[in-house]
């Protein structure tokens, strides 16, 4: 159990923060951004949230988000950033909060929807996150890793025979070798030795 354990955090690790392949959201601070005004600009606010994320400032780098909400509400890359700060600080609540107010923006935000699923997987609502998961399945958006993700739900669901049939579907689709590829692999070995599958109907 403790190997299996291991096993799920490097899987999870992996595929839990994808803003440097996916980083579209995630721009370079302006590190020079100190004072703020009423002329100040959501996107003003964001670059100071990333300039005190830099920094350590969590918090900070929340509440300059948040007022840049405030300035624009429909300013997408301020909800995704905060999403990805409360991520951070283990606030998975609030950060699906977060990425369903963008999917309300931007219904074909296929990353919110990913990292929606994501924090739904973390905290145990595992209903919504196989639905999204299913989503993105369908929309063949980051494919392996939403296998992967659905296979730890039905992990944590101790539906062992659809882990494994996710997770051989993502061992299909990553490159042979990956990081992703060999740590899937190494999670199917050892739920195959600790576990006698059976299928649910």
Not at 59 to 74: L, P, W, Y
Not at 147 to 163: A, H
Not at 172 to 195: A, C, F, M, R, W
């Amino acid at each position: 159990m403790k190997k299996i354990i291991i096993s799920l955090c490097l899987i999870t690790s992996a595929i839990y923060f994808p803003q440097q392949a996916y980083g579209v959201y995630y721009t370079r601070p302006n590190v020079n951004i100190k004072f703020v005004d009423s002329n100040t600009t959501a996107e003003q606010y964001l670059q100071k949230a990333l300039a005190n994320e830099k920094l350590g400032n969590i918090t900070g780098a929340i509440s300059d988000c948040s007022d840049a909400i405030r300035r624009d509400s429909n300013y997408v890359p301020a909800y995704m950033n905060r999403a990805r700060l409360y991520n951070k600080n283990g606030n998975f609540l609030a950060a699906s909060a977060d990425y369903g107010k963008v999917l309300r923006l931007e219904p074909t935000n296929y990353e919110a929807l990913y990292q929606r699923a994501e924090t739904y997987r973390k905290t145990r609502n595992d209903m919504g996150a196989i639905s999204d998961y299913n989503k993105l399945i369908d929309k063949n958006y980051r494919t392996a890793d939403a296998y992967v993700g659905r296979g730890l739900v039905n992990y944590n669901m101790k539906r062992y025979s659809y882990t494994l049939k996710d997770l051989e579907k993502a061992l299909e689709l990553y490159p042979k070798d990956s990081e992703k590829y060999n740590s899937t692999l190494v999670l199917i070995k050892q739920i195959q030795e600790n576990y006698r599958p059976y299928p649910y109907f």
